[in-house]
């Protein structure tokens, strides 16, 4: 079953502009993933934020994290072309906080140059 | 150093056939995880190792999977009697657990092994 769930599904936008994708998530966590996916190959790790942190910064990224809601936020400033992917957002569920892993169905970011 | 790889790239096989798939993890990282992902779709959890044994294997769909990883290494993740329906990119990826265990840590991904059953 999937445990986060992203939104939008597909997101189109110029070069240079933000990208905002969501994602919602059921049970309680103890931190939260974020991954990119370029051709249905290979995710890559983006970002880490834990249930105690409510935002966080890496480069060009921004990710939120509210547990009241049980959602987070990904932002993308100044896109480009390269960052054309996938993005997953992935929670860890077991008796110690992870033994699996629950990615959500990923929002497909298109970059237009 | 190396990442995770995975062989063999693409596989494709009959129905009914027997199929394994290979995952090499990071050199020293004890945990090591099989997803299944189908088109448009995430990653679906399959089976966890930590070190030899399956610590959580509850995401395999049904006894024809199952998957080894005798020396705390590499993983064979072993298919019986494919179906179509088997059909998708199955990812394997390893992480390094800290001291207070669980997923804290970032998993490192493959590329994945596609399968196709005809």
């Known amino acids: 079953s999937q445990q986060g769930e992203e939104d939008p599904q597909a997101l189109s936008i110029q070069e240079g502009e933000n990208a905002t994708m969501n994602c919602s998530y059921k049970?309680?966590?103890?931190?939260l993933q974020w991954y990119r996916q370029n051709s249905g190959r290979g995710l890559v790790h983006l970002i880490l934020?834990?249930?105690?942190?409510r935002e966080k910064h890496s480069g060009r990224l921004r990710v939120t994290l509210d547990t009241s809601k049980k959602s987070s936020s990904l932002l993308i400033t100044a896109s480009r072309a390269a960052d054309t992917a996938s993005y997953f957002c992935?929670?860890?569920?077991?008796?110690?906080?992870?033994?699996?892993?629950?990615f959500g169905t990923g929002t497909s970011l298109t970059v237009i140059p | 150093g190396a990442g995770v790889s995975q062989t063999p790239s693409n596989k494709v096989t009959e129905k009914g056939k027997y199929v394994e798939l290979r995952c090499d993890p990071i050199?020293?990282?004890?945990?090591l995880y099989w997803y299944r992902q189908s088109l448009g779709q995430g990653p679906e959890f399959l089976i966890y190792?930590?070190?030899?044994?399956?610590?959580?294997d509850s995401g395999l769909p049904n006894d024809r999977f199952f998957a080894v990883r005798p020396e705390g290494s590499v993983s064979t993740l072993k298919i019986q009697r494919t179906e179509r329906g088997d059909s998708a990119v199955y990812l394997c990826?390893?992480?390094?657990?800290?001291?207070?265990?669980?997923?804290?840590?970032?998993?490192?991904f493959g590329p994945g092994t596609r399968l196709l059953v005809l």
């Open positions: 990826a390893s992480s390094s657990l800290g001291l207070a265990g669980g997923s804290q840590e970032t998993q490192y």
């Open positions: 049970t309680s966590i103890n931190n």
């Open positions: 934020i834990r249930s105690n942190e």
């Open positions: 992935a929670t860890p569920e077991g008796p110690r906080g992870g033994n699996q892993f629950y």
């Open positions: 050199s020293g990282h004890t945990a």
């Open positions: 190792f930590q070190g030899t044994g399956a610590a959580d």
